[in-house]
């Protein structure tokens, strides 16, 4: 198990930038696949990213492709998501999400929650 805590969600405006972070405490972050999904007001959550164990392979949701970037740094315990040209309906809350080894797009899968950072995009 490891726990999880976002931070650097805030306002911004739209076409501008943000970047969110999520600390890891607890053993062998390197073997966690890290995510981030997201929740708006009324929708349903909403995966936006994920990077594998290693920090090789990286997925994309299609509403952020090529808007947002993942990362993760091993030996901080944290993962990153890099959020640019932002879009007012980028505005929710902000998970990050952790399970061993494999990669996954359904939250479901996702053993590890964070508590959430709001993003607000103002038009």
């Known amino acids: 198990q490891v726990q999880l805590v976002e931070s650097g969600g805030g306002l911004v405006q739209a076409g501008g930038s943000l970047r969110i972070s999520c600390v890891a405490s607890g053993r062998s972050f390197s073997t966690y696949v890290m995510a981030w999904f997201r929740q708006a007001p009324g929708k349903e959550r909403e995966f936006v990213a994920f990077?594998?164990?290693?920090?090789?392979?990286?997925y994309y949701g299609d509403s952020v492709k090529g808007r947002f970037t993942i990362s993760r740094d091993n030996a901080k315990n944290t993962a990153y998501l890099q959020m640019n040209s932002l879009l007012p309906e980028d505005t929710a809350v902000y998970y990050c999400?952790?399970?061993?080894?494999?990669?996954?797009?359904?939250?479901?899968?996702?053993?590890?929650w964070g508590q959430g950072t709001q993003v607000t995009v103002s038009s």
């Open positions: 999400a952790a399970r061993k080894f494999v990669t996954a797009l359904n939250s479901d899968a996702y053993d590890d």
């Open positions: 990077i594998s164990v290693g920090g090789a392979h990286m």
